[in-house]
């Protein structure tokens, strides 16, 4: 008979979650009472820790255990195990999960200022995901749990996002990297993040697996300034651009009722018409259309004006009417040298055709007899 009462008296601890966000579990025994001989089963992904009357006792990595003096020898010092009936000790058992939590998500609450090179003073927002998971069973719950009887991720993202845009920020602005060209370096943003906070968590008995930027976005009247300047080099002429866009939203607002800029063209529209028909039915002559202005006159012509070469001297310049006397009078011969503005050299007389006419009013002189 004793044999069994003592069997039945002998516990079995373990846990089986199936939350998937609880990171620390306390197992619950009425009045915290662990009896000796005890069974402790630790999965993988798990870590026991036994707390005894406020003070730190062992630490299970996986496995089955018998909780005999043994196997525990930190318990056996803080207090004598007896082999009878009755228990010999209180204490608490706490279940930490060692595997990691994915999907956690952090993000800037509010703008962060920085200074970018092309545009100066600007706001950054950004957002993404990590992954944490426990490293130092003991540092854990002696850091962040304490007496925490289901402790779960929740309850230390708000620290760990805290973190990590305080890093982010310090890394974006000491980056360089303009903000166009952000999205192309997350990943190693991601990285230094995570090197900078490994110390800080280290101190949590936390380790940060993964940490990614999924998005770093500017404010939304910034965002659609970029858009505007990005379709104006789209579209090129921006001219013919505008014209087009009149177009459009004149006939938008034309089809669309009720619309004070549809009533203002409908009726621009309506008086055309009234007009036309004003003309048309009742045998009315349209008026002639007006006359056109006439183009002005183009202006007059360049007279060229001459220079002359004889006995190594020039003489000029001498407009063409002036030459015309020359030849009358005898001090322009066909033989004469002459040059104007754009003539290629010095030519004769008689071969530039402009002055040729001016020795048809007189013959040549004859040939000689």
């Known amino acids: 008979m004793f044999s069994f009462l003592t069997g039945e008296f002998i516990d079995v ?6 939350t998937r966000d609880t990171m620390v579990w306390r197992f619950e025994r009425h009045g915290h009472a662990i009896k000796y001989g005890a069974k402790l089963t630790v999965r993988e992904g798990q870590t026991a820790v036994f707390v005894h009357e406020g003070q730190m006792a062992d630490v299970f990595t996986p496995g089955l255990y018998m909780l005999e003096t043994n196997n525990m020898p930190v318990m056996t010092t803080l207090q004598h195990w007896d082999h009878g009936f009755r228990s010999p000790f209180k204490s608490e058992v706490y279940f930490v999960a060692t595997t990691r939590f994915n999907g956690l998500k952090w993000g800037t609450k509010n703008p962060l200022m920085m200074r970018d090179p092309e545009f100066g003073p600007v706001r950054l927002r950004a957002y993404g995901t990590y992954s944490i998971r426990v490293k130092d069973a003991a540092r ?22 805290n973190i990590i845009v305080q890093e982010f920020s310090r890394v974006a602005a000491g980056s360089g990297i303009p903000v166009l060209d952000m999205a192309a370096n997350t990943a190693e943003f991601g990285r230094l993040m995570a090197e900078r906070i490994a110390p800080t968590l280290e101190g949590y008995g936390l380790d940060m697996p993964e940490l990614y930027v999924e998005n770093i976005s500017l404010p939304a009247a910034v965002e659609a300034a970029l858009d505007k300047r990005s379709a104006m080099g789209v579209i090129g002429d921006l001219a013919a651009y505008q014209h087009y866009s009149a177009a459009e939203a004149m006939t938008a607002a034309a089809a669309t009722p009720h619309s004070a800029m549809g009533a203002g063209i409908g009726m621009g529209m309506g008086m055309g018409m009234g007009s036309q028909m004003a003309q048309g039915p009742w045998g009315a002559r349209p008026a002639a259309p007006a006359q056109a202005a006439p183009p002005p006159p183009p202006p007059p012509p360049v007279e060229h004006v001459w220079h002359l070469a004889e006995n190594g001297q020039t003489t000029g310049p001498f407009s063409k009417a002036r030459l015309g006397r020359m030849v009358t009078e005898g001090g322009l011969r066909r033989d004469t040298l002459v040059w104007t503005q754009g003539q290629d050299g010095w030519k004769r007389a008689e071969e530039v055709t402009e002055l040729a006419q001016l020795f048809t009013v007189m013959p040549p002189p004859p040939p000689a007899g």
């Open 13 to 18: 601890i373990d846990w089986v979650d199936d």
């Open 140 to 161: 854990f719950m002696t850091e962040i749990v304490g007496t925490d009887g289901e402790f779960t991720a929740d309850e230390i993202s708000f620290q760990i996002r």
